[in-house]
Every structure is written in structure tokens, then in C-alpha cells.
């Protein structure tokens, strides 16, 4: 039997090492995967590809280090050679992604010691510190499930979308102004007004963007996809410049950072990348006991015990990416299916990813409980004292806690909530002894798999 084209692409994606292989030879980046080469990979070649490349070290052969250019998410030009290659402030910070995400496993959390330095990326060694003014320090989450969450996202963008979309062609018919309450999955995102002459209100949003796109990813909720935080990590941490972005196509340059190595990483590696990401296993969860407390306290409200999936096959590129990430119409569809054999479904047939989040931005400090506004500086538009619910699932393996890593029980990552969540924190606090213990018990028994109790 002759081998069909189909078949011939993937063997010759499969020849393809993710790691230089050479006697002697100090890069650590074999021959570059393309997106066609990434989409004709079997599922299980193409995470095992971007695990080593999360596992990797890269080198200044490889492309490590960024002379002249910013660790900033838009690329940024910097005055070449002022910063040495590794800055623990501005970046390069870090060799590996496993350097920072690595608790308990590489694509887990990080401690103290692994935080990063959020900023739009400095160009001058006076900012060499660690002051708030200068950059908002955040510990290193998990990645686990993050796959399922990503595609919660999509869903939830997909609702909100057509909720707006119906609010305005009722109101061109109807001609009047029309409300709707968007909401999706449970969670409510507030309301828009559509007006008779087109006009949207969107005053009354509530923990979302204008455009209606869950931003699942960074403790802020400001990054729609797996592949646009990598983009930007792949840059910051490392000075691994993606040609999607950095590339002739967007700067018109082909070594945009100036370090003699020109298109870094391929959009097939970054694919893979995403891949690996995307496919880590949903924490565990070991008991049920204390949940009813947690529960009866309100918690839930914001850290959702589930989210109903209507499909659990990952596709790769994000349809929401924004320009300089892989677009979807720009390569060929990466179907992967995640493993949900563990997990329940509803009577619909949807599966329940536990993860404890809601996936929206919420205000959760205020003059009463100011600890988690102690950013000075906002994201995106988004102000210091709101912040995304963090998934709880995995909690009980990943301290220290909070958005900077800086509690080191779940105790005081609760007592510290204000703002929104003022009312069931002093629920919580006006609980007996033994029953602050039973909803501490229940965060301590949300696991990964390899994590010991
Ligand atoms: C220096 C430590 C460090 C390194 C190295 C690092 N990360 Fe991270 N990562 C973080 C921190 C800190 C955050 C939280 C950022 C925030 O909330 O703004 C994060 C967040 C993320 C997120 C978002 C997770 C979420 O749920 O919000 C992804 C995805 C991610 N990193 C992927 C990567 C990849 C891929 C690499 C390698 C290219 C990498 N990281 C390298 C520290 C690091
Ligand atoms: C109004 C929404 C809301 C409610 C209600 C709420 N939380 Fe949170 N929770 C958040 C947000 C937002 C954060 C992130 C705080 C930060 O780091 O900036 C958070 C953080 C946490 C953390 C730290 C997670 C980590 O990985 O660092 C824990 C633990 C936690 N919450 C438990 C609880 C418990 C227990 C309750 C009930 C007593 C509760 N939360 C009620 C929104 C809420």
C-alpha cells in the first residue's frame, strides 16, 4: 500500500526533533516545527514536543536574551546592550519555563522565590528593584486543567456575544431601547443597553471586558488565550522572540531583539507549547468533607465549584486571539481532545470542570481589608483592587497563596478578602474553631494528582 499524503506529513513532522540533538552542540532548539507540521502531528507527538520545550533551557544560541528589545507584550525597541542578558527585574529573568512553574511538577506552580515582575517592560537599569512603583510582583499559578478553562472562556464569550447580538437586533425591530442581562453559564456579568438608534450602553458591565471576552488567563483576568500568554512569557522571561509576533510579518524585522538569531520560535512550537499546557491533567479533589461549610459561607459565589463544558475538544489557534498571536483562519485547526473521563456531567451531558472559579474580575479589597490592593499599578484598564477569581482546584498543593505569593496559609489568603467578598469572609471569621478548620480541611484536600497530602 502506498502512504497516503496525510500519513507522509506526519512522519516527516514525527523526524522533526524539538531538541538539537548534536554532539557538542550547545543550542537546545532542534529544527523549527511549522503550523502545518504542528496540525499533522499526533496529539500525544505534539504534547510530548512542547513538554521538552517547557523543560528547556534555552541558550543564547537558541535565541535567549532580547539586546533590543523590551519584555513589553507589544514588541518594543529598547536602547541595545544597556541591560545585561539576565535582569531579575526587567528580564530575562529565568532559563526555562519549568524554572518558575515547576511545584509539584514542570506546568505547576512556583514559591516566593519564582515571582515575576509585571510591567510594560523597562529599558534602564535604574529600575533595577523591586519597588511597587516600578512593577506589580506575581507569584506563579498552576497550570493545570488550563485547557478546560480556556475553552469555558470561549463558551462564555460565545453567550455573552449572543446575548448583545439579540439585544440589537430586537431593538432595530422593536425600534426602542432594549436591555439584556448577560450571563452565561450561571455567572452574571452585569447588563447592556442597546439603543433604538444602535447606540450600546455598556455602563453597567460587570467583571468583563467591552468587547465581551472572558479573559481567563493572568491572576488580572486581562489574556484570552493559552497561546497569547506564552507569546508573552516566551519573550519576558527568556528573550525567545516568536516570529508570530516579532517576526518580518508585524515588526519588519527578522531579529527583532538584535541577538543574531533570527525567528526564535515557529508558530508550530508555540502550537506545542500550548499543547503541553493545555492537556495537563485536572487537579483532583480528595474529600467532601468541610465543603458544606465552604459552601453555606458563600464562597462559591465567586469561586464556583463548576463550570458546565459543552465540549471538551481543544482547538488551536483561539478564534478570540488578538493580531500577533497564530490567528485561526492563518493555519490549519489542532483538534485536541482532553481527558475528561474523570470528570461528571450534568443532565445535559456537559461535563463539570470543578475548578472554582467563575472566571470574572471581582473587587476584592477595600480601606477595611487593603491587602490585595497592593499593586501601584493598573493593568489594562483593569483598577489595582480587582482581580480574576482564582481557580481553587489544586489550592491545597500550591502555596503560598494570593496574587503576590506573599501569605503563607489559606487562613490569611481568606481573612484578607474585602471589598466584594466582605460578607462571607466575616462569615467565615464568625465561624467556631472547628468549623474554620473544616473549610480549611476542604481547600487542603483540592490536590494534583502527584502532590502529596
Ligand atoms: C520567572 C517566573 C516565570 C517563568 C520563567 C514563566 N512563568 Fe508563567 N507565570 C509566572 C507568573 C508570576 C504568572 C502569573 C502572572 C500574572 O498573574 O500576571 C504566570 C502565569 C502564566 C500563565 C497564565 C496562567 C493563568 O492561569 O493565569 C501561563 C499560561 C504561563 N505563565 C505560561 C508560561 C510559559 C509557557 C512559560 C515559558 C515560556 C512561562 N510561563 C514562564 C511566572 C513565570
Ligand atoms: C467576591 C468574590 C469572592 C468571594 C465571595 C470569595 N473569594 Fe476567594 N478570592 C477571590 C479573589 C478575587 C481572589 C484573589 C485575591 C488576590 O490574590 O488578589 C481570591 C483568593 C482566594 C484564595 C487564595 C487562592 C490562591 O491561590 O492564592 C483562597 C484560598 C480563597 N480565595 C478562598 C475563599 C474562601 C474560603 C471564601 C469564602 C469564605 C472566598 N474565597 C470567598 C474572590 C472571592
Known amino acids: 500500500m502506498r502512504p497516503t499524503l496525510p500519513l507522509l506529513l506526519i512522519l516527516a513532522a514525527l523526524a522533526i526533533p524539538a531538541r538539537a540533538a548534536g554532539l557538542g552542540d550547545e543550542r537546545v532548539l532542534g529544527e523549527p516545527l511549522s503550523a502545518a507540521q504542528a496540525a499533522a502531528l499526533p496529539p500525544d ?31 518594543t525597541a529598547a536602547q541595545p546592550d544597556v541591560l545585561p542578558l539576565f535582569f531579575r527585574t526587567a528580564g530575562a529573568d529565568s532559563n526555562a519555563c519549568r524554572g518558575c512553574h515547576n511545584d509539584p511538577e514542570p506546568g505547576g506552580a512556583g514559591e516566593f522565590v519564582a515571582n515575576a515582575f509585571v510591567s510594560e517592560g523597562f529599558q534602564d537599569a535604574d529600575f533595577d528593584t523591586v519597588d511597587p512603583q516600578f512593577s506589580n510582583e506575581r507569584g506563579t499559578p498552576a497550570l493545570h486543567g488550563s485547557g478546560l478553562v480556556e475553552l469555558l472562556a470561549r463558551e462564555m464569550t460565545r453567550d455573552l456575544r449572543a446575548q448583545r447580538r439579540a439585544a440589537a437586533a430586537r431593538a432595530r425591530t422593536e425600534g426602542r431601547d432594549v436591555t439584556v442581562d448577560l450571563s452565561s453559564k450561571g455567572v452574571s456579568f452585569g447588563a447592556l443597553t442597546v439603543g433604538a438608534d444602535g447606540f450600546v450602553d455598556l455602563s453597567a458591565l460587570d467583571g468583563v471586558d467591552q468587547d465581551l471576552i472572558v479573559r481567563p488567563f493572568s491572576q488580572k483576568g486581562v489574556f484570552v488565550s493559552l497561546r497569547q500568554f506564552t507569546v508573552n512569557a516566551l519573550n519576558a522571561h527568556h528573550g525567545m522572540q516568536a516570529a508570530e509576533r516579532f517576526g518580518a510579518r508585524y515588526t519588519d524585522a527578522d531579529d527583532f531583539d538584535g541577538d543574531g538569531v533570527s525567528n526564535e520560535l515557529a508558530e508550530g512550537d508555540v502550537t506545542a507549547l500550548v499543547a503541553f499546557q493545555a492537556t495537563l491533567p485536572v487537579p483532583a479533589q480528595a474529600g467532601d468533607l468541610g465543603r458544606d461549610t465552604f459552601e453555606s459561607l458563600g464562597c462559591g459565589a465567586c469561586h464556583v465549584p463548576a463550570l458546565p463544558l459543552e465540549s471538551a475538544v481543544f482547538t488551536e489557534p483561539n478564534p478570540f ?55 501601584l499599578l493598573s493593568q489594562r484598564f483593569v483598577d489595582r483592587d480587582i482581580f480574576l477569581t482564582p481557580r481553587l482546584w489544586g489550592v491545597g498543593g500550591t502555596a503560598p497563596y494570593g496574587h503576590r505569593g506573599d501569605l503563607t496559609t489559606l487562613h490569611e489568603a481568606i481573612v484578607h478578602h474585602g471589598g466584594e467578598a466582605t460578607e462571607s469572609r466575616r462569615a467565615y471569621e464568625a465561624l467556631a474553631e472547628p468549623d474554620r478548620r473544616r473549610v480549611i480541611a476542604f481547600l487542603q484536600s483540592l490536590r494534583f494528582g502527584g502532590s502529596a497530602p
Not at 59 to 74: E, F, K, Q, W
Open 321 to 375: 486571539n488578538p493580531a500577533g498571536n497564530l490567528r485561526a483562519a492563518e493555519a490549519p485547526v489542532v483538534a485536541l481532545p482532553l481527558d475528561v473521563s474523570g470528570l461528571r456531567r450534568d443532565d445535559r451531558g456537559r461535563v463539570l470542570v470543578p475548578l472554582f472559579s467563575d472566571l470574572k474580575r471581582h473587587r476584592i479589597a477595600d480601606a477595611e481589608r487593603p491587602h490585595y490592593a497592593n499593586e
Open 45 to 75: 507527538a505534539l504534547v510530548t514536543r512542547g513538554r521538552d520545550l517547557f523543560l528547556a533551557k534555552f541558550t543564547s544560541l537558541d535565541g535567549a536574551g532580547r539586546p533590543a528589545a523590551t519584555g513589553a507584550i507589544v514588541p
